[in-house]
């Protein structure tokens, strides 16, 4: 019996940016008996169902946007004999799907980490369980991921998670739901050992990819103290102690190590924290700014999120601490006007904010939005799909879904979302923008990447157009390739796990 593990996906590059985490976990949670696991990354190359024998195990890992793509490897899969295993987001929430659109013989709710081994035996006795539910496991419980597999070449970044799960409660997210709202750390010598094997490997760029990098804020320390509630707010301290003692191992790490992560605004307001983040050489967060309105923040249920002025401050707060921000803004609100697009563009290139996306309100399974959407009874269907399961729908015939909204139609947001990639992303922009790096060579880096990341994610993630979408792709692969040497590093396979203290 041999182990498969295959990430899903319409679109290929070659050359991918972040290692996708998920497959090298599980391929470390397969125990040994069954051999190193054949690793299938459709994001670089379409998967080969001929490499599928009668009796193999296949996991497929799915999010709702590339669910449908690994339907139909489930159902190659199994024409060929293999058993069918479906895990991930998707799979968590649509156990029932999977059985039907992906003839799977099993499905992994949750975390797969510890109940995987389970899932192997039992489809090698014979015996598949049509449902697994592996839960939400401690954070000391994670287990490592399996880098000494991974194909040399084709990676930019690696990707070490630190905690799991997020206190907040965003409409349009799942994460809080899927993952937990106890944010669930790992030990700090787990995370250290991991970024030391991929440095070993030669990566100097490390994505920590968490949920949130800042669980416990100020905020929730006062309340805590003024409620005098000590149990909490023990715990609370201890959290943030930890995150600070990561941070403080990380520093310790070769200094040519970059890292960057996903973070709530508030810590800009937490200078201890800001400057932790600095000396750990975390250079670049992915801050959710959603809207720069009030009214929107409220409609997507994040009031902790600052706007207008009060937010360029805060944006600006991370970047004098060295931390480049890539703002997410989302387009689409109820409380949108015409006038938000080139506002929204202008205060991120006001607020010094060094790459920025520009998402549209889709209602996503897992979020309130989208339970929302659903109860309010959304009608319509494509080729006998409803729409409000429109990830059933071909990815060429897909419709793209957005939020249904009081003044504009969902093309004017679309259009609208797309000239504002645009604008951002001229060439003169990202120049001026540059000038956040020193050298040469690190301009040059943030050019080709700016332009990777718009062609990667803008041409390929809204745009209608089939022809726009192949053609951002074959852009997209010829940029990574370069890109990909300016990120590494030589190898050092000699580094040694700095001792704990
Ligand atoms: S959007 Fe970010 S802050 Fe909000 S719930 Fe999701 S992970 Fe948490």
Redesign the pocket.
């Known amino acids: 019996m041999h182990v498969h593990l295959v990430n899903p996906s319409d679109l290929s590059f070659g050359t991918a940016v972040i290692t996708p985490r998920w497959l090298y976990v599980l391929a470390g949670a397969t125990p040994a008996r069954w051999g190193d696991p054949v690793i299938s990354d459709e994001t670089l190359e379409r998967f080969e169902p001929a490499t599928l024998h009668p009796g193999d195990v296949i996991g497929i890992g799915i999010h709702t946007a590339n669910a449908l793509r690994g339907y139909e490897i489930g159902r190659l899969a199994r024409e060929r004999g293999a058993f069918v295993v479906f895990g991930g987001i998707h799979a968590s929430l649509y156990p029932e799907e999977a059985h039907q659109y992906g003839r799977a013989h099993s499905v992994v709710k949750g975390d797969g980490d510890l109940v995987w081994s389970t899932v192997l035996a039992d489809c090698h006795a014979g015996t598949p369980q049509p449902l697994y539910d592996g839960g939400k496991i401690d954070g000391g419980a994670f287990v490592s991921a399996r880098w000494d597999l991974l194909p040399a070449d084709r990676y930019m970044w690696g990707s070490v998670q630190t905690v799991r799960g ?1 206190p ?3 409409s349009f ?1 799942s ?2 739901r899927t993952d937990g709202q106890q944010p669930r750390q790992r030990g700090v010598a787990e995370v250290v050992r991991e970024i030391v094997e991929l440095r070993r490997l030669g990566f100097r760029f490390i994505a920590l990819a968490d ?2 990098f800042y669980p416990v804020t100020l905020e929730d320390l006062r309340q805590a103290a003024r409620r005098r509630d000590s149990g909490r707010l023990d715990e609370l301290t201890a959290t943030r102690q930890q995150r600070l003692e990561l941070m403080a191992a990380l520093a310790r790490l070769p200094e040519d190590l970059v890292f960057f992560t996903q973070i ?1 605004m508030e810590a800009a307001e937490d200078p201890a924290f800001l400057e932790a983040m600095h000396r750990a050489r975390i250079r670049g967060a992915l801050v ?1 700014i959603e809207s720069v309105t009030s009214d929107g923040l409220k409609a997507v249920h ?1 009031t902790f999120n600052a706007a207008g002025d009060a937010l360029v401050d805060r944006l600006q707060a991370f970047r004098e601490r060295g931390i480049h921000v890539l703002g997410s803004f989302i387009f689409g609100l109820p409380t949108d006007t015409p006038d938000t697009f080139r506002a929204t563009a202008e205060l991120a290139q006001r607020a010094g904010v060094s790459f920025a996306q520009f998402v549209t309100l889709t209602p996503f399974p897992g979020t309130t939005d989208f339970a929302r959407w659903e109860r309010e009874g959304s009608s319509g269907e494509v080729d006998g799909v409803p729409l409000t399961r429109y990830w059933l729908v071909p990815p060429a015939r897909r419709p793209k879904i957005y939020a249904p909204h009081p003044q504009m139609s969902a093309e004017e947001i679309r259009q609208r979302t797309q000239h504002t990639w645009d604008a951002f992303y001229r060439l003169r922009l990202i120049w001026q923008r540059s000038t956040c790096v020193r050298s040469w060579r690190g301009r040059l880096a943030f050019l080709l990447i700016s332009k990777l990341y718009r062609q990667m994610y803008a041409n390929t993630g809204i745009a209608t157009d089939s022809a726009r979408v192949a053609r951002s792709t074959r852009w997209a692969r010829w940029l990574a390739r370069p890109c990909r040497r300016l990120f590494m590093a030589a190898p050092m396979p000699h580094l040694e796990v700095p001792s704990p203290t």
């Open positions: 997020c907040k409660h965003c997210c994460v809080w949920d949130n709530t959710g994040k």
